[in-house]
């Protein structure tokens, strides 16, 4: 009697947990993606160095790109290498190489910068 009424208790307890309903915008809210005041040095040097500087490094300096340094990375704005090779844009050879492309936020954080006159901050 003492099994059935402990079976009957974890069928109870395994039907109510088995019932719970999440939220998804609960668990998993929107992450916004701040494009506002990008600074060189705070925002643009950590997704390039994260994401770059393995092979445009001075060091590296592979397919003679260096990203590393603002005058070399200006060089590349400038033109619009960059900006095409981070978006995938036909025409350019997108960057990373063999690899997806940047996150989204990390494009939109990039263009926002160029787009605010690329500066030395």
Not at 1 to 16: S, T, V
Not at 72 to 99: D, E, R
């Amino acid at each position: 009697m003492k099994k059935n009424f402990f079976l009957l208790g974890m069928a109870i307890l395994a039907i109510q947990t088995g019932c719970y309903y999440d939220v998804e915008e609960e668990l998993y809210p929107d992450i916004t993606c701040d494009t506002s005041a990008r600074s060189y040095s705070t925002h643009i040097v950590p997704i390039l160095q994260n994401n770059c500087y393995v092979c445009h490094s001075q060091a590296a300096n592979l397919g003679n790109v260096t990203l590393e340094g603002y005058n070399n990375l200006k060089t590349y704005v400038n033109s619009g290498k960059l900006l095409g090779a981070i978006k995938h844009q036909q025409g350019f050879q997108p960057m990373p190489q063999g690899q997806p492309q940047l996150a989204d936020c990390s494009i939109a954080q990039i263009e926002a910068w160029i787009t605010d006159g690329a500066l030395d901050n």
